[in-house]
């Protein structure tokens, strides 16, 4: 995105806090605050995750004593909701919160770092993150657009989505239009479904409407505040298409260059706080959501056919090959994913925790 | 415990530090300087949790500029390991890192917010804190002690343990010698295993001499640093008394009340961090552990058998009944805990990912 399209962008209400934003900010001889901009890609009224980039810029601004205020903006208030990776890799913006696949079709293997079908589940991706060289990987992707990534919150196993068509085998795909962007879409092309794009404004019209018959969005939680579960007969589980969507806090590295070691720091640990707490929040409100919508009975709950499951993980597997050959880090992500999947998997056997207690 | 016993279990070794750190520490006109203690019930060699503790004191160092430095003392060097709470508790230390179920004698309802048999898994135990209720009951519960606990780490699912007798029935455990401290003592001990209570020091030579014939310990990283693998036949999965073992860190209140907002800030999003970072430690190196273990295959890898585990399933169900009955805030705190789990579990199936995918 250039400067031009970066500014015309900008709606009018956001132009003028954006115009003095845009200022360079002379430090005081008597303050040292900085002021940091960061994008989101969230409308400004989706909870957990708007919010949660809010309580981020808060902590910052109380363990910094006020030094570094960040303004958070939601998507389209001062940059697209697409467009965070692109504004932070400029300096357009000092950060941003968002998901790492928004951005494949430039970056390929940035892709592994949100979520892939069939791919880790919350607790193993966090593993790999932080313990198991995840994290190298993610900055060595990253570094040549100048943009520094920490997780920054995660969904849990999201869920199967909201069909008024039954799966009772791979057949049903043949009958379905179904709104699933990124790989998951991929995935249901191969069976047959028609796979349709819109934005998350106009799915429920769609839906309401049969131009589509099924649509994918988060989890319980959220997916009621749609109103998904007024207009569709079935809800399905599980999320085999993102087993656990990672977000990113993202900085631009000349601006975190620029700051202290205790703000670097700040930054640093209240990200890993925000990927904490974003966790639980989801969890929470999906189960309190989920429990609801099961008491009401208005809505079916379905579980995806086993037969139905396998068939999708191998073409999952399938659709991440054909990913991974698009470019040489995109192989080398791959690579080191698949393995650490399928030693956690074994470890998580041969240790019968997660199955049998 | 009273001043005197404080003063008299300190080794000679940390006395030096300890006495000019029990000193008033005036704050100079010119610097802010806070130097707190932590004591932590780990050997000064234990990593991840020892390191982990070191991690946080340095994280709040860096964060704040150096206005508050916290000395992190081992086990026994300024405060005995099981003395971690009642030190706090009088302020002779600022700080702890432990496990609340220690103080499971004088606080039943204490050892819920560690792990009891059966009970929450990690993902479920951080939402139940963080979101569900969990921290006010376990702030209500150390109110009194003038305490203020914070989730600091977690094992994950931990082993079963090590056994030189096979578990093929319930029977089986009539013949076991095991040492097995706390809920899941009283659970084997209901089906005739003898309980044997020892020092960490002594486990593996009791081991070897066949003084016990089975040793629970942590996980497999920590399990064989102990070198139990070269002594035990059979390594049992999974650890059904420990699903989740949560550390605490935790704060004299007066001592945290007296610290400026940004101070306060920082050391709540550092446990935090704490908190993600160990477990992920904990994950990765627990997994590598086990695999070579797999791979050696000195020691017979076992499941316990699931008949076994439902029975033990029952009876820990009968145990931490006996102990909710213990206190009202332990049956208020297991009634919470218990229905907290069982929507948690409703959830997981509903959403059927955890087994499925």
Redo the contacts between chains.
């Keep these: 995105m250039d400067r031009r399209s970066f500014l015309k962008g900008l709606g009018i209400t956001a132009a003028t806090t954006a115009f003095s934003a845009v200022q360079p900010r002379p430090l005081s001889a008597h303050s040292e605050k900085i002021v940091w901009r960061m994008a989101t890609s969230w409308p400004k009224w989706l909870s957990i995750l708007q919010s949660g980039a809010e309580r981020f810029a808060k ?1 910052v601004e ?4 006020g030094r570094l205020i960040i303004e958070v903006f939601a998507g389209g208030e001062l940059v697209k909701a697409l467009d965070v990776f692109d504004a932070v890799s400029k300096g357009e913006v000092e950060c941003g919160h968002s998901a790492s696949y928004y951005w494949a079709k430039r970056i390929p293997a940035a892709q592994w770092f949100t979520t892939v079908p ?1 791919g880790l ?4 991706i ?2 790999w ?4 060289g995840g994290m190298e990987l993610w900055n060595e992707i990253y570094a040549p657009y100048n943009v520094i990534p920490l997780p920054g919150g995660n969904t ?2 999201q ?1 199967g989505g909201w069909f008024n068509r039954e799966i009772r085998s791979e057949k049903d795909y043949q009958e379905l239009k179904m709104r699933i962007p990124g790989l998951g879409g991929k995935v249901v092309a191969k069976l047959g479904a028609e796979v349709v794009l819109l934005p998350a404004g106009d799915i429920y019209k769609a839906l309401e409407t049969g131009k589509i018959n099924a649509t994918e969005w988060i ?2 939680y959220h997916d009621v505040q749609m109103g998904f579960h007024k207009i569709a007969k079935y809800y399905y ?4 298409h993102e ?1 656990a969507t990672n977000f990113e806090i993202t900085f631009n590295r000349s601006a975190f260059d620029k700051l ?3 703000l670097k ?2 930054l640093e ?2 990200a ?2 925000l ?3 974003v ?3 989801f ?5 309190v959501a ?2 609801k919508i ?1 008491k009401e009975r208005k809505v079916q ?1 379905r ?2 056919p ?1 037969t139905v ?1 396998r068939t999708l ?1 191998r073409l999952s597997a399938e659709v991440l090959e054909e990913e991974a050959a698009k470019d040489p880090m995109a192989k080398k992500v791959h690579a080191a994913f698949k393995k650490f999947k399928k ?2 998997n ?2 998580a056997l ?8």
Excluded: H
């Excluded at 109380?62 to 004593?65: E, G, L, N, T, V």
């Design positions: 902590q109380i363990m910094s004593k069939f589940k919350v607790k193993d966090n593993t993150l932080y313990s198991g849990g196993i869920m989890g319980p589980a599980p999320g085999w087993p202290p070691s205790d720091k700040i640990v209240a890993s706080d990927n904490n707490k966790l639980a929040d969890e929470y409100n999906n189960a989920m429990l099961a709950l579980l995806f086993k499951l993980e030693d956690m074994t470890f041969l240790r019968g925790g997660d199955q049998r207690i």
